[in-house]
């Protein structure tokens, strides 16, 4: 079965600073990764997939699939960032089921 | 466009009733919507995968018995928890997936229902 740890629960940084959350997973085929977000008092939102090789809201993430790990980087944090960030794994051909890892709370501090 | 919405938001209900919980695309349809449940402080775990105008496919460990659901058009499947106890007190959490051209596994989420058994 797949599994997909966020080893931090907590990350505080201040603002301006760099921010990294670590997302590695387990599975044995090619999985598609995803980070999701949920700000304060809001639903869960994508805030992007591996496949689309994009930056949202300045935050990129590469897999790795010798690593297998997914870690989300944004290079200068902004105060509006501080949420709940969970990575998210949907396995090959699994009709889309998402196994999410156990997030991680970003606060950015002035 | 994509919204999902749950009703209620939140119930409380007293040990050994039955509760029923609604998910509905607004915008699209969704031939397979999720549903999981967070309990506090904790991630996603997914229940079950619904599938319109079939059998909802359960992950293991959760009692289908005790969880109903129904997909029963395009734009609704529902949850309902059986007998409740107050260990089923939880976050419930619907998704659709969006099957328009152009936007592949992607879920929507709804608001999510806090059900609190007493």
């Known amino acids: 079965a797949q599994r997909v740890t966020q080893p931090e629960k907590l990350l505080s940084v201040f603002k301006g600073a760099p921010v990294e959350l670590k997302c590695n997973y387990s599975y044995s085929g090619s999985p598609e990764l995803f980070w999701y977000v949920q700000y304060s008092r809001q639903r869960l939102q994508l805030l992007l997939r591996?496949?689309s090789r994009e930056s949202i809201k300045g935050f990129t993430a590469d897999l790795n699939k010798g690593e297998t790990s997914f870690h989300l980087k944004k290079p200068f944090a902004q105060e509006e960032d501080s949420a709940m960030y969970y990575c998210?794994?949907?396995?090959?051909?699994?009709?889309?089921?998402?196994?999410f890892g156990g997030g991680t709370r970003v606060l950015v501090k002035p | 466009g994509a919204v999902v919405s749950q009703h209620p938001s939140w119930v409380i209900c007293k040990s050994g009733t039955s509760v029923k919980i609604e998910c509905r695309s607004l915008?699209?349809?969704?031939?397979?919507m999720f549903w999981y449940r967070q309990f506090p402080k904790q991630s996603l775990m997914l229940m079950a995968t619904s599938n319109e105008g079939s059998k909802a496919t359960y992950e293991q460990g959760v009692e289908k018995d005790k969880f109903l659901i129904n997909h029963a058009s395009l734009t609704l499947s529902t949850l309902t928890v059986t007998s409740a106890h107050p260990e089923d007190s939880s976050f419930y959490i619907c998704?659709?997936?969006?099957?328009?051209?152009?936007?592949?596994?992607?879920?929507?989420f709804g608001p999510g229902t806090r059900l609190t058994v007493l």
């Open positions: 998704s659709a997936r969006d099957h328009r051209t152009g936007v592949i596994n992607e879920q929507f």
């Open positions: 591996h496949i």
């Open positions: 998210a794994l949907s396995p090959e051909a699994a009709g889309n089921k998402l196994t």
């Open positions: 915008d699209f349809q969704a031939t397979t």
